[in-house]
Structure formats: C-alpha cells, structure tokens
C-alpha cells in the first residue's frame, strides 16, 4: 500500500470548517483512499472513503485531487467531539479481506 | 446497529501466563482482523481472516495463535506473555473484500491487557 504523509497536528475552533490534508503521491490507479479516525483509546471509526471524485456522508466530506496525488478530509462545523487522531490511508482491497496500515495520523484539536 | 464486541474488555496476567481475547463480528460479516496498539503508538495489523480461513499475517509473534469459527466469531491466543505484549488489542470486522474497494472495517472497543 502507498504511503501517506500528514500534518502531526492541527487544532480548528469549534464550529469552524476542520481541513485535514493528506499526500499520497506514490498513491496507484486501484488504490482507494480511506479516512479512519481515533478517540482516545477508543477503537478506530471509519469516515468516509474515495477512488477518483469527491465524496459526502453525513460525517465529512472528502476532496481528491485530480491527480490524486493529495487529498483533504473536510469536517464542516467541527465540534469538541472531533478532537481524534485522523488517518489517512490508502489501501487495495481485496476479495480475501485487506489489512489497513496505520500511519502517524494527524492529531486534531477542537478548541472551544 | 449492532457492533463488533470484545471480551473480555481489561486483562491483567501475569508474565508467561497465558491469555484468549474474543471477537464477536457484526452479524453476517464474513471477516475479522486484528491489530494491536502499544501505548503511544499507532494500531499494527496482526492476522485476518476470511470465512474462517487465514487470509493475511502481520506482525505477530509465533507465540500468538488466532482462528475464525464456524460462526464467524474469532480468538486471539497468547502464550508465554511478556511485560510488552501490555497493549490494547482491537478486533474489526467487515463483509469481506469482493473487489468492490468499499470494504470499510469496523472496529470494537478493544481489550486493554496489562501483563504485569
């Protein structure tokens, strides 16, 4: 799987938009790009994931470039309960099951 | 919606005792991961498994041993513990792979095992 490279930490003020950015240059044309975050030592929570267009649920949204290349996760009003370890990852998947290959994440503060 | 559960939630063994963590996938998930998180540091893929076959293998050590049952559900085994085994250990499951790239995991709350 490609590697990732994120901030290791950011902070956002409560309500504002929360961007998190994620390079994945080396990323191949079958690999998706997945968002998965943690709250302190709670089990990792999936977010939302891509291929090529931009994505929306009802947690955030996702901006793939069009190479590729780099992506931003988007929370739009962040709340306290944001403050997490997000992760970017990119993964194949396969129909044997896929590991996920956690890297640093970017440590997310709210601050009130 | 039901999630994936762990039991037992917190373990404390001692050195060279023996330990068996349990996961009970979400109901008609086919596969199960495990993957282990030291303090400080980031969730390490161990072992999966794939209607109750292995599928993958990570990073475990020959004194682990894990497999998936007829009902999906899956154990961890530990033996002869040492003090660095002390992790959280966190079970996912999800509906297999199938090609589709949408197979997103989802996690339990995980087991806290000291070893003491």
């Known amino acids: 799987d490609a590697k990732t490279t994120q901030p290791t930490s950011m902070d956002c003020a409560e309500g504002r938009a929360a961007n998190l950015p994620c390079n994945h240059s080396?990323?191949?044309?079958?690999?998706?790009v997945y968002w998965y975050r943690q709250i302190h030592s709670q089990g990792p929570q999936y977010i939302i994931h891509g291929l090529k267009n931009n994505e929306t649920n009802e947690m955030a949204s996702l901006i793939i470039t069009e190479d590729r290349k780099s992506s931003t996760l988007i929370l739009p009003h962040a709340t306290l309960r944001d403050t997490a370890v997000y992760y970017c990852i990119v993964r194949v998947t396969y129909s044997s099951a896929s590991k996920i290959i956690f890297g640093s994440g970017t440590r997310l503060s709210i601050r009130p | 919606a039901a999630g994936v559960i762990q039991s037992p939630r917190h373990l404390i063994k001692e050195k060279r005792e023996t330990a068996t963590l349990k996961c009970y996938p979400i109901p008609r998930h086919d596969t199960v991961y495990w993957y282990q998180q030291g303090p400080g540091q980031d969730p390490q893929f161990l072992i999966s498994f794939y209607e109750k076959m292995q599928s993958d293998k990570g990073s475990i050590p020959d004194r682990f041993s894990a497999q998936q049952f007829s009902d999906y559900h899956s154990e961890l085994n530990m033996s002869s513990l040492e003090l660095g085994d002390s992790a959280l250990y966190f079970c996912?499951?999800?509906?297999?792979?199938?090609?589709?790239?949408?197979?997103?995991?989802?996690f339990g709350p995980g087991t806290r095992l000291t070893v003491l």
């Open positions: 080396t990323i191949s044309g079958n690999e998706y």
């Open positions: 996912a499951s999800s509906l297999g792979g199938g090609g589709r790239g949408d197979d997103e995991q989802f």
